[in-house]
């Protein structure tokens, strides 16, 4: 199913919407202990800079982007996921100062 998606700004990177559902997907079974000892948004920078960036600027492009990374990247999004998973669980959480998103 593509995602319908709010476009804040005039476009997006798919690759960020494909990489939060692998993300979800590869830690859904574990523990919530588990789960929150990890920093997603590190795992997800992390499995970025190891994709291609696919850009959309319209609904009609997402689906398009959408579709295209699913059957054309799909095994790259997974081993970048695992990858990010594991070297992020590696290095201990020393914080950091988030974007300020206003």
Known sequence: MVPSYDIANSYKNIMEILVD????????????????????????????????????????????????AQREHQGDITAAVTDALTAVKRIPWKGSTPFDVR
Do not use: F, K, M
């Open 21 to 68: 559902e692998e993300i979800d997907q590869q830690t859904c079974a574990w523990s919530l202990e588990e789960a929150q000892r990890i920093n997603r948004i590190e795992v997800a920078a992390h499995a970025l800079n190891h994709l291609p960036p696919l850009y959309a600027s319209s609904q009609e492009g997402v689906a398009l982007q959408y579709e295209r």
